[in-house]
């Protein structure tokens, strides 16, 4: 093999590339002419090596996943590819069954050589990949693969640098961490970064519609500069201010400025033009009587295009959709973990409340509504239930701040409370019996509190047990299990 052939008919061929993806191709079609090895190159898009030229493989890895050249090597596996990329090493290996790094793309590949594709600074910007199912002088091709590679690096720069993901791409990689986002909190901010990135502005901002008047959205992490002002300047505006760039929206739809000086903004944009925006993209997010805007904003003068807007009207709608389902888990959760009659919630939170019970500080309160079988018979389950629901709402206003009231059963409710000492949980029983009797009916109550490596479920059986203690003394009254 005459390597310094090799070496001038790729460097040839290569001057002739317009853009750096021909180059690749170029450098790829041209090696191949060479050697039966299967070739690709692979370049670094966001945070993935993405093959963007191969030939002789019967599978072609689109993307591989990389870790970023000088950082700490990640535990899992990367492939040859991503380790040669992250190092800015070559690698060669002569018996790819022995690497467990080595991913396959054909079953008679034998050996890989892997050699960085480096800027003229000496950073990678992606890799050049040799596989061989003969035996081949992996020294000399070395060489040859470093030379070419390097010469690849430059003609990438001279043409603009690696290609970078579109801005649909981008979107789409956006939209899918929305979609995971397990929280609001998470939710606004993949929204907000998707719409930095997509739009190429500096900041973003959130103003949402609610039930207690429009607001501001909660900053999803340590904002810039200019989005720090823009929130402080919004802040000072109010929720009136808020409620007319979400009007105004959502009755003319999407807007943008066409970063042009001279032209004053309209009154209710003024708050953004004190905070320094020069540059605006607002559009629409959800529905009129519940949405909100999705503020984009730069401080340069710019001309949005009206791609940008279409893109960020596309987002805003996927983070409505992805906050929307959010809140219908939520509302499930809650509809789960909660009574339908009395709204209380029922045994699967009281089990994991008991669970984190403090020996001698939690207190478990067990109630029973005297004589409720006889209601039901006498005049019917709907004015049992209308019993429950009025007697629940006279406990609950009985508790204090941060006491939980629980209903367990068909008239069996347990209040869990935190105390300094058994006499102040027989005080609040007896607050709730009080309460109950002003709804015309009476309780009785049984008070236990954990006592040192005791289980949850063995103090609220001693509550049960001071409950029938209560009631074998002739009802509504209180009861406090033995320490």
Same mark, same amino acid.
């Given at each position: 093999?005459?390597?310094?052939?090799?070496?001038?008919?790729?460097?040839?061929?290569?001057?002739?590339?317009?853009?750096?993806?021909?180059?690749?191709?170029?450098?790829?079609?041209?090696?191949?002419?060479?050697?039966?090895?299967?070739?690709?190159?692979?370049?670094?898009?966001?945070?993935?090596?993405?093959?963007?030229?191969?030939?002789?493989?019967?599978?072609?890895?689109?993307?591989?996943?990389?870790?970023?050249?000088?950082?700490?090597?990640?535990?899992?596996?990367?492939?040859?590819?991503?380790?040669?990329?992250?190092?800015?090493?070559?690698?060669?290996?002569?018996?790819?069954?022995?690497?467990?790094?080595?991913?396959?793309?054909?079953?008679?590949?034998?050996?890989?050589?892997?050699?960085?594709?480096?800027?003229?600074?000496?950073?990678?910007?992606?890799?050049?990949?040799?596989?061989?199912?003969?035996?081949?002088?992996?020294?000399?091709?070395?060489?040859?693969?470093?030379?070419?590679?390097?010469?690849?690096?430059?003609?990438?720069?001279?043409?603009?640098?690696?290609?970078?993901?579109?801005?649909?791409?981008?979107?789409?990689?956006?939209?899918?961490?929305?979609?995971?986002?397990?929280?609001?909190?998470?939710?606004?901010?993949?929204?907000?970064?998707?719409?930095?990135?997509?739009?190429?502005?500096?900041?973003? /901002? %959130? *103003?949402? @519609?609610?039930? #207690?008047?429009? $607001?501001?959205?909660?900053? =999803?992490?340590?904002?810039? !500069? +200019?989005? &720090?002002?823009?929130?402080?300047?919004?802040?000072?505006?109010?929720?009136?201010?808020?409620?007319?760039?979400?009007?105004?929206?959502?009755?003319?739809?999407?807007?943008?400025?066409?970063?042009?000086?001279?032209?004053?903004?309209?009154?209710?944009?003024?708050?953004?033009?004190?905070?320094?925006?020069?540059?605006?993209?607002?559009?629409?997010?959800?529905?009129?009587?519940?949405?909100? /805007? %999705? *503020?984009? @904003?730069?401080? #340069?003068?710019? $001309?949005?295009?009206?791609? =940008?807007?279409?893109?960020? !009207? +596309?987002? &805003?709608?996927?983070?409505?959709?992805?906050?929307?389902?959010?809140?219908?888990?939520?509302?499930?959760?809650?509809?789960?973990?909660?009574?339908?009659?009395?709204?209380?919630?029922?045994?699967?939170?009281?089990?994991?409340?008991?669970?984190?019970?403090?020996?001698?500080?939690?207190?478990?309160?067990?109630?029973?509504?005297?004589?409720?079988?006889?209601?039901?018979?006498?005049?019917?389950?709907?004015?049992?239930?209308?019993?429950?629901?009025?007697?629940?709402?006279?406990?609950?206003?009985?508790?204090?701040?941060?006491?939980?009231?629980?209903?367990?059963?068909?008239?069996?409710?347990?209040?869990?409370?935190?105390?300094?000492?058994?006499?102040?949980?027989?005080?609040?029983?007896?607050?709730?019996?009080?309460?109950?009797?002003?709804?015309?009916?009476?309780?009785?109550?049984?008070?236990?509190?954990?006592?040192?490596?005791?289980?949850?479920?063995?103090?609220?059986?001693?509550?049960?047990?001071?409950?029938?203690?209560?009631?074998?003394?002739?009802?509504?009254?209180?009861?406090?299990?033995?320490?």
């Amino acid at each position: 093999m005459d390597h310094e052939r090799v070496a001038r008919d790729v460097t040839v061929r290569l001057s002739t590339a317009s853009t750096a993806l021909e180059a690749c191709q170029t450098a790829v079609s041209a090696l191949a002419r060479h050697t039966p090895a299967t070739i690709s190159v692979l370049l670094a898009v966001h945070d993935r090596l993405r093959c963007v030229a191969a030939t002789g493989a019967w599978q072609v890895f689109a993307t591989v996943p990389h870790h970023e050249p000088g950082a700490p090597h990640p535990e899992r596996r990367r492939s040859i590819v991503g380790r040669v990329y992250a190092s800015g090493e070559p690698a060669t290996v002569a018996d790819v069954t022995t690497d467990p790094d080595y991913l396959p793309v054909r079953p008679d590949v034998t050996t890989e050589l892997c050699v960085p594709v480096l800027d003229p600074s000496g950073r990678p910007i992606g890799v050049l990949d040799l596989q061989w199912s003969k035996p081949v002088e992996l020294a000399r091709w070395r060489e040859t693969a470093e030379q070419l590679a390097g010469g690849l690096g430059a003609r990438i720069v001279a043409l603009g640098g690696p290609p970078a993901e579109s801005r649909s791409e981008k979107l789409l990689r956006h939209a899918a961490a929305m979609t995971a986002a397990p929280t609001d909190w998470d939710l606004m901010a993949a929204a907000l970064t998707a719409a930095r990135d997509v739009s190429g502005l500096a900041a973003a /901002v %959130l *103003l949402l @519609a609610g039930r #207690r008047g429009p $607001r501001l959205g909660d900053p =999803t992490g340590t904002p810039g !500069e +200019l989005e &720090a002002r823009l929130r402080a300047e919004l802040a000072e505006a109010g929720p009136a201010a808020f409620g007319r760039l979400i009007a105004r929206a959502h009755r003319h739809g999407a807007a943008y400025t066409l970063g042009e000086a001279g032209h004053p903004p309209t009154e209710d944009y003024q708050p953004l033009a004190r905070a320094g925006a020069r540059t605006l993209v607002a559009v629409p997010v959800g529905p009129a009587d519940g949405g909100g /805007v %999705l *503020l984009v @904003a730069d401080e #340069r003068l710019l $001309r949005p295009d009206p791609t =940008t807007v279409n893109l960020m !009207e +596309l987002l &805003a709608g996927q983070a409505w959709t992805c906050l929307d389902r959010l809140r219908t888990l939520d509302r499930l959760r809650e509809q789960a973990s909660s009574d339908p009659l009395t709204g209380l919630r029922h045994t699967g939170p009281f089990g994991q409340r008991i669970a984190t019970a403090t020996p001698g500080r939690t207190a478990l309160l067990a109630i029973d509504v005297d004589g409720f079988k006889t209601v039901n018979d006498t005049y019917g389950h709907q004015a049992g239930d209308r019993l429950l629901v009025g007697l629940a709402r006279a406990l609950e206003g009985a508790l204090r701040q941060g006491d939980e009231l629980y209903r367990t059963g068909g008239d069996e409710f347990v209040a869990v409370i935190e105390v300094n000492r058994p006499e102040e949980a027989v005080r609040i029983a007896e607050r709730l019996a009080e309460a109950a009797r002003r709804t015309g009916r009476t309780i009785s109550v049984g008070v236990a509190l954990p006592r040192p490596g005791e289980s949850p479920q063995r103090t609220l059986h001693r509550a049960d047990q001071a409950l029938y203690a209560a009631k074998r003394h002739g009802r509504d009254a209180v009861h406090l299990s033995a320490a």
